[in-house]
């Protein structure tokens, strides 16, 4: 028989095995599914890992795909820290996009208008954010369900916006006008896509840590989702502090937004994320909130991603596969997270 | 003497490399009250936590009227006849009495039979002397009620064993007595109860042999409690001689923090009613009361909590009705809020992150928003060895550390920065002797610095010792103040029931 007993304290080396020994039951939980599809387990992976990983355009490609989800996952581990429960950096993502979009197709300069859009992106993030926070702290109101419901409030305002005043009128399509191409974010490598954005992101996380580690905003954050009740009796305002942290969640997941304009797609339309906002919780968990460890976190999920639709094509097993991993990998972290409360201790050994 | 009800033999169980408990030996015989002493720390609740089966020992066996049992869990404590009553209690509010006596009983074919509950309260009511509105919800009850409900509930399960975890530090002495009183009336009819507590007074006047527990280990047995003095069962527990520590006679200043006709409403507990009080320099004011009487709203005023309804108040003649917490630290009040773990520090966070937490703003440990991490641990290194905070190092998770140590951890943060006024709720609930000496001894010395201290307290010999006057709460207001020489624990017992009222006599 075996039974949880509380840890009193977390080993340190737990924050780096309990992501990977998670990762490893999602994967040995999921080759199930691609035995049920008819493949051979070794093989999928196998390609998985080879198109996502194998040659230099192929990590160059999941580099691209996990800038995206660095930024929401960096708002989500920070909004996460404070306990603001920030569910809605998809719909702040989309919001960063649309405003970035709204900039970078009007004329000017490119390096202005990069600088711009990036303002304006994170400033409409920033302001989605505030719309939950703001309801929190002066209504009371779940964060949870608030930030997660305007997800759909502005998925459906883009779509408002792309089917009526920024309708394609020569081809009927639902998409906006592109950006000036004087607005595409700089290409690093030739005959890749890994634009500046992707290294704006990779730079983000270590300045993010540093926030939230040697500032004293980042101070208030930590203590303030710790408890609240001491914060405010040590003074802090924590309101405010709320505020902030939801101002900051926000415009990170707007800046995803913006990289996917300036640096993929140039322009807006429906599908402009495949639920990157969605995936940002899954990398912040995996993360354990650091933001040094989202890095690796969104890099294993993009990879997941790019080699799912590879590995279809080559053995038959559905894409969808990619969707159960990211499930998969949330839950069997959260179940890995019960470990640096508990541990299993073996009783009964004398009946 | 019969057989004993519960036998530990050997128990030992270590936390990696911390012994909590080495070779214990305990038993109970049917009809005993076995008094549980120790130290904080000393292994006490360890040991009641394997025999009620939240802990597996590592070794040792435990006998249950001579058969060796295996607890794994509260369920299997139950079936033995152990049951036990925790500091906290494990109540539903907004079920009643009867209700709360269900949970988790089955009744026939999935439904509740509230007809044999009813007649079983009535049954363990009448036995030991213990009634309760069966109908009441349990919000309702006072905290001795609620107690008297958790006792209700472990005899309700069939227990013949009782643990008691420091029944009386939530409760009034007229409510001590009558506790008192039930509990022997149990151990005439033929049960047995542990009985765990530090205030030694209780342990001589109640039980009828003790277990002195020190480092994990049996430090001594006392088998004439009754007939052995305070100071040498503290001895056993400390393994030294204690002193207590003497208030020297002095004038004080000028009154630092002054209340006015403060009344209060919007908050949890009692409501404060136009309550005036003042504290001078070099003066220490003892606030009396049975707990649940508006202490805890008094406490909040004076920290910033919560924002007064009416009347003012003023620190060394400036008005701070309005002021938020961080505004009034700067000012110079210190607190030391009742609730050491939900309130003073963040238990999740390393230990130096709670100690500089009110003044991370400053100077001291930042700088134009970024924080001063050698300074922040350099400071909380001083003050853990200033202080004798006994943890590894300032980098620990706050929780780990035990009460004591986490009271003291909070008295170095206030008192690092030499308040002028200080506010205390319950300093030295659940410290051992040990702990609660060195804090006295801090009061004291800063009131021969000048500061002007109030204490919030229960502890009325504790209140007696410590205070120049003496203020009494009921019922959101001050029913009288005393000098302290004038005070008895008689007569604040008699003003804490709202009896006694003394006017103002400073």
């Known amino acids: ?351 | 003497m019969s057989a004993p009800l519960i036998e530990m033999r050997g128990i030992t169980k270590s936390f990696g490399a911390v012994k909590a408990n080495e070779a214990v030996d305990l038993s109970v015989a049917p009809g005993e009250i076995l008094g549980l002493l120790g130290e904080n720390g000393a292994g006490k609740t360890t040991l009641m936590n394997v025999l009620f089966g939240a802990y597996a020992p590592d070794a040792g066996d435990i006998l249950v009227e001579g058969r060796p049992v295996a607890i794994h869990n509260s369920a299997d404590a139950l079936a033995a006849g152990i049951g036990m009553v925790h500091q906290h209690f494990h109540l539903a509010p907004r079920l009643t009495v009867l209700e709360n006596l269900l949970i988790g009983i089955p009744g026939k074919s999935g439904r509740i039979d509230r007809a044999r509950g009813l007649a079983r309260l009535t049954e363990i009511s009448r036995q030991y002397g213990l009634s309760l509105d069966p109908n009441l919800p349990v919000s309702a009850l006072s905290v001795g009620e609620q107690q008297r409900l958790e006792i209700i509930k472990a005899l309700f399960r069939g227990a013949k064993l009782l643990i008691l975890d420091e029944p009386t530090a939530v409760l009034a002495p007229s409510e001590v007595d009558g506790l008192f009183a039930a509990l022997r009336s149990m151990a005439a009819q033929g049960l047995g109860i542990i009985f765990i507590s530090h205030k030694l007074n209780e342990v001589r006047a109640l039980t009828h042999r003790c277990v002195v527990l020190r480092h994990g280990k049996v430090a001594g047995r006392v088998d004439h409690p009754a007939s052995t003095t305070s100071a040498e069962m503290a001895k056993l527990m400390c393994g030294h001689e204690i002193v207590p520590p003497v208030r020297e006679a002095s004038t004080p200043g000028a009154s630092v923090l002054t209340l006015d006709g403060i009344s209060t409403s919007g908050h949890a507990g009692t409501p404060l009613r136009d309550v005036s009080l003042f504290v001078r320099a070099g003066e220490i004011l003892g606030i009396a009361g049975v707990s649940g009487n508006g202490q805890r709203a008094l406490a909040d005023v004076i920290s910033g909590m919560l924002q007064p309804r009416a009347g003012t108040m003023t620190i060394a003649g400036k008005t701070v009705t309005q002021f938020s917490p961080r505004e009034l630290q700067a000012l110079g009040l210190g607190r030391i809020p009742e609730d050491r773990m939900t309130t003073g520090l963040v238990t999740n966070l390393p230990l130096a992150d709670s100690m500089v937490l009110p003044r991370i703003g400053t100077e001291a440990f930042s700088r134009k928003g970024l924080l001063n991490p050698t300074a922040i641990r350099a400071f909380a290194e001083a003050q853990i060895k200033a202080y004798d905070i006994r943890c590894p190092g300032p980098m620990v998770r706050a929780g780990a550390l035990s009460g004591g140590n986490l009271q003291k951890a909070l008295l170095a943060r206030e008192l690092a920065f030499d308040p002028k006024v200080l506010i205390v709720s319950q300093p030295t609930r659940g410290l051992d002797i040990g702990a609660a000496r060195f804090i006295h001894e801090k009061f004291l010395a800063m009131r021969a610095r000048g500061c002007g201290i109030i204490v919030i307290g229960e502890d009325l010999e504790e209140l007696l010792m410590l205070s120049d006057r003496i203020a009494v709460m009921y019922e959101g207001r001050i029913a009288g103040t005393l000098p302290s020489a004038d005070a008895t624990v008689a007569r604040l017992g008699l003003m804490m029931t709202g009896a006694g009222h003394t006017e103002e006599a400073a």
């Open chain 1, 1 to 351: 028989m075996f039974r949880l007993e509380a840890r009193t304290s977390t080993p340190a080396w737990f924050n780096l095995a309990l992501p990977l020994i998670a990762i490893a039951a999602t994967l040995i939980l999921c080759s199930g599914l691609i035995a049920i599809a008819g493949a051979g387990v070794i093989e999928a992976y196998g390609v998985m890992l080879s198109a996502s990983l194998g040659d230099s355009y192929a990590i160059t490609e999941t580099l691209v795909r996990a800038a995206p989800m660095i930024f929401t996952g960096l708002a989500v581990a920070i909004a996460f820290r404070a306990k603001f429960w920030n569910i809605g950096a998809e719909g702040q993502l989309l919001a960063g996009a649309v405003a970035s979009c709204f900039v970078g197709a009007i004329p000017m300069p490119g390096t202005l208008a990069m600088l711009l859009m990036a303002l304006a992106g994170a400033a409409a993030g920033a302001l989605v954010a505030l719309v939950p926070a703001t309801l929190r702290v002066k209504f009371k109101v779940d964060d949870v369900v608030s930030s997660l419901l305007l997800n759909s409030v502005i998925y459906y305002a883009l779509m408002a916006l792309i089917e009526g005043p920024w309708k394609d009128t020569f081809s009927g399509y639902p998409i906006s006008p592109p950006i000036e191409d004087s607005a595409n974010f700089p290409v690093l490598i030739e005959g890749t896509r890994l634009h500046l954005g992707v290294v704006v992101a990779l730079i983000a996380a270590p300045l993010c840590w540093f926030l939230i580690a040697r500032t004293t905003l980042g101070f208030r954050i930590r203590v303030t989702g710790e408890n609240p009740e001491a914060a405010r009796y040590g003074g802090i305002n924590v309101q405010r502090v709320l505020l902030s942290t939801a101002l900051l969640s926000g415009a990170l997941a707007g800046l995803a937004g913006v990289g996917e304009v300036g640096g993929v797609h140039f322009q807006v339309m429906s599908d402009i994320s495949p639920g990157y906002g969605y995936s940002g919780i899954v990398v912040a968990m995996l993360a354990r909130l650091n933001p040094l460890g989202v890095v690796p976190a969104a890099i294993f999920l993009a990879a997941v991603m790019t080699g799912a639709e590879a590995m279809s094509r080559a053995t038959g097993v559905p894409a969808f596969l990619s969707d159960v991993i990211q499930g998969t990998a949330l839950l069997a972290m959260l179940v890995a997270l019960l470990f640096t409360a508990y541990r299993i201790r073996r009783v009964g050994a004398q009946t």
